[in-house]
């Protein structure tokens, strides 16, 4: 069983800066997608980045925060953190981290499938992020 839990949210004014982690415990020895997804009051969850353990190569985003956001894991620390620049009102969400087991034989996932949230297996409990204008 994988636990994750997230931290790091908060409030900031429009253009500021947050940094969101998620820590892994549990069967971490293994290879995982790992994700981010966010979802606003009255809208439907969304995929915001994605990579695979396996390989920074693997990483993707959704358009609406390319160039803003960087996704990251660190194998040492089993965290996967989120970088989030230039922060935008419509950033304002509660955001979750999300997981699932992938076999080392397995190719690197679609970026669709990555971003889609009935990939994963495994939430968090969500962090809030407000951004003020």
């Known amino acids: 069983q994988v636990q994750l839990v997230e931290s790091g949210g908060g409030s900031v004014q429009s253009g500021g800066s947050l940094r969101l982690s998620c820590e892994l415990s549990?069967?971490?020895?293994?290879?995982?997608?790992m994700a981010w997804f966010r979802q606003a009051q009255g809208k439907e969850r969304e995929g915001v980045a994605a990579m695979d353990s396996d390989g920074d190569a693997s990483t993707t985003y959704a358009d609406s925060v390319k160039g803003r956001f960087t996704i990251s894991y660190d194998n040492d620390k089993n965290t996967l953190a989120l970088e989030m620049n230039d922060l935008e009102p419509e950033d304002t969400a509660m955001y979750y981290c999300?997981?699932?087991?992938?076999?080392?034989?397995?190719?690197?996932?679609?970026?669709?499938?990555?971003?889609?949230?009935?990939?994963?297996?495994?939430w968090g409990q969500g962090t809030q992020v407000t951004v003020s204008s």
């Open positions: 549990g069967y971490t020895d293994n290879r995982y997608c």
């Open positions: 999300a997981a699932v087991n992938v076999a080392h034989s397995e190719p690197f996932m679609p970026p669709w499938l990555m971003l889609n949230q009935q990939t994963y297996g495994y």
